[in-house]
């Protein structure tokens, strides 16, 4: 009888092979200093590997166990540890957060976490990168916030906010009575055997670390941190550890409640909704659930598909660097699938978009929309894009996609609310 050996090597080098080349070729194309890419396939990882270095200046090597801050990817690890005291009875999902956490703003008080983890709470979208190391930082930041941290009323709009994670954060800190890097470890990374991982940057480096880097390719110094904003977006983790919590989400139901579709995501496009610190998309004819992270020289993502019990993870330690088409281009050449994206509705008419134009308002930041020609455009910040219409009421130019429902513009996620 033929051996079946041959075969099987075969089958198992070719998914590497293919993840080899869109490594490498990511790197050279970013210019990324060092990334690592993690696949997992059912209840184990298939594929793990570092490349590039840690730091340009030390040369030193990245591996699978390398330490990388995440950015937003913390948000599904904070949702996580949310949800299991909600399981034990000890918060629940629809209560305000004020009955378990004293000192707050009235308003403030009167949020639930539902509100908090589903991006619905109306706060302002807010991340400060330096600041206090203690443990009583998150505590402290919150109990200073007042009613200007609202840009519209709780309950209305889906608005991206890592200020609802940050006080996410406090609220299982409060309820567990123990420093919030210390309530994580209970009730997340040690039940997943996350060895490496924290979020304090002391423990952190007395393990091999990626160090964050510019843009322009040089090192952050110093290194960002505020523990006041830790639940945001700051934990180290490495892609080995990562996988832990990649293997729990599909093959378990403990974090099933993640990739709840809570509410839609109107900036980004049909079909995209959001669950609890995941984002759950079904325009590629296969559901994605996936999240991105951004910190001060640091990018990631995280991609699976829970229908073929397979996923990625990417790690870069690059400002600027796009960790989501590696992501994307890795999981199809582990699933041998191309994704489509489906057809857009019919986009409006010319006589329809003048009831978009005007001026929008997130906090400190705006969308200044005008129509001219037939044609909207957007100014934000201090660039202008023309819009061409991509569907029923969303519009794009560029990479700038702008959304429209009852008396918001959504961009990236992000809602303002328009003005009289």
């Not at 403030?108 to 976490?113: E, R």
């Not at 209970?186 to 991982?197: A, I, V, W």
């Not at 296969?286 to 993870?313: C, D, L, N, W």
Request: proline share 6%; aromatic share 8%.
């Amino acid at each position: 009888m033929r051996s079946l050996l041959p075969l099987l090597l075969l089958v198992r080098l070719l998914p590497a092979q293919g993840l080899d080349q869109i490594a490498n070729d990511e790197l050279a194309r970013q210019h990324i200093p060092g990334l690592v890419l993690v696949a997992v396939k059912e209840d184990r990882v298939i594929y793990a590997k570092g490349f590039g270095v840690t730091s340009i200046e030390t040369g030193a090597p990245v591996t699978g166990d390398t330490l990388f801050r995440l950015g937003s990817t913390t948000k599904m690890f904070v949702a996580g540890a949310t949800l299991k005291l909600a399981e034990q009875g000890r918060l629940h999902m629809d209560s305000p957060v004020g009955d378990y956490i004293s000192g707050l703003n009235p308003t403030v008080a009167k949020l639930t976490p539902h509100q908090l983890l589903s991006h619905t709470a109306g706060l302002l979208d807010e991340t400060k990168m330096y600041g206090s190391h203690d443990d009583d930082a998150l505590a402290k930041n919150v109990a200073s916030w007042k009613d200007d941290v609202f840009f519209t009323q709780p309950g209305r709009v889906y608005s991206y906010s890592n200020l609802g994670f940050v006080l996410a954060g406090r609220l299982i800190e409060a309820v567990k009575g123990k420093p919030f890097a210390d309530a994580m470890e209970e009730l997340m990374f040690q039940p997943l055997g996350m060895k490496r991982s924290t979020f304090r940057p002391t423990m952190a480096m007395t393990y091999p670390l990626a160090t964050g880097h510019t843009a322009e390719g040089a090192v952050v110094r110093p290194a960002a941190d505020h523990a006041g904003y830790w639940p945001a977006g700051s934990l180290f983790t490495s892609g080995n550890d990562f996988a832990k919590f990649v293997i729990a989400f599909l093959n378990t139901k403990q974090f099933a409640a993640l990739a709840k579709p809570n509410v839609e995501q109107p900036g980004l496009g049909p079909a995209h909704h959001y669950g609890y610190g995941l984002e759950i998309d079904s325009t590629r004819g296969v559901q994605i659930v996936q999240h991105g992270g951004s910190r001060t020289g640091y990018r990631s993502h995280v991609m699976m598909a829970p229908e073929f019990k397979a996923g990625v993870i990417v790690l870069c330690n690059k400002d600027g660097a796009q960790p989501a088409p590696i992501a994307q281009k890795a999981l199809e050449s582990l699933l041998a699938v191309r994704f489509v994206v489906a057809p857009s509705p019919s986009a409006p008419g010319n006589a329809e978009i003048g009831k978009y134009t005007g001026r929008y308002i997130n906090g400190p930041n705006s969308v200044e929309i005008a129509a001219s020609e037939g044609k909207l455009t957007a100014k934000l910040a201090n660039s202008t894009h023309a819009l061409d219409p991509v569907s029923a009421n969303c519009f794009k130019g560029g990479q700038t996609t702008v959304c429209f429902t009852d008396g918001f513009a959504h961009v990236g996620g992000r809602a303002y609310s328009k003005q009289p």
